[in-house]
């Protein structure tokens, strides 16, 4: 079965620092990934997926990951964080064919302080 | 606008009681998909169906039960066999596996 870890349960950073936002997965063949973002009482949104290629992804507001498939990682980056981007973020993995449900991670809560 | 609309964004329950959340989508999306959020949990898998009139258990389908006569329709019941109701829970829907669009929620309260 596919099991998805998400290391950082909260995350506290000033605006203007940088983040990395660690994300695990646990599954036997080929897989699709995302990140997905829930504002304080909104919808969850798609931040930046991967399927194949480029292992480098780029999403919305300036969010990107990195597939690396020798370590089952696909971690979320950002260069400089805002305060609006406290949110809790989510990472999730499906089997790379077939509509098969999302797997995803516990979450992790980020907070942007000025 | 396309999307999906889930009914009522709160729900209260009483004890003993079952309760059907309403999980409606103009996407013409052949899956639909039900999870429960609790803090610190992440999103569980409850039930999905990838084609009217089929459904298959998720990891936490007990004391739960859902219907897809219609592609639009998915509703989610929760009977009075699931002992923690408590949550917020998410509707969603796929048309390949390329991600999900999400509905705004319902959270489910008993009193």
């Known amino acids: 079965a596919q099991s998805v870890s998400q290391h950082n349960h909260h995350v506290i950073l000033s605006e203007a620092a940088s983040l990395e936002l660690g994300c695990n997965y646990s599954?036997?063949?080929?897989?699709?990934l995302f990140w997905y973002v829930q504002y304080p009482g909104q919808h969850l949104q798609l931040l930046l997926k991967y399927f194949s290629g480029d292992p480098l992804v780029k999403g919305i507001k300036g969010f990107e990951a990195e597939f690396i498939k020798s370590k089952f990682s696909f971690n979320l980056r950002k260069p400089s964080v805002q305060w609006s981007d406290t949110a809790e973020y989510f990472c999730a993995v499906n089997a790379y064919s077939g509509n098969t449900p999302l797997v995803f991670g516990k979450g992790t809560r980020l907070s942007v302080i000025a | 606008d396309g999307g999906i609309t889930q009914s009522p964004k709160y729900l209260f329950r009483k004890e003993g009681q079952n309760v059907t959340l309403s999980c409606e989508q103009n996407l013409n999306h052949d899956a639909m998909y039900w999870y429960r959020q609790d803090p610190g949990q992440g999103l569980r898998l409850i039930y999905y169906?990838?084609?009217?009139?089929?459904?298959q258990k998720g990891d936490i389908a007990e004391g739960y039960s859902v219907s897809r006569e219609k592609k639009e329709s998915f509703p989610l019941t929760v009977t009075s066999a699931q002992k923690n109701p408590t949550a917020f829970y998410l509707c969603?829907?796929?048309?390949?596996?390329?991600?999900?669009?999400f509905g705004s929620g319902t959270r489910l309260t008993v009193v």
């Open positions: 969603a829907s796929s048309q390949s596996n390329y991600g999900y669009t």
């Open positions: 169906s990838q084609i009217v009139n089929d459904f």
């Open positions: 599954y036997g063949g080929t897989v699709n």
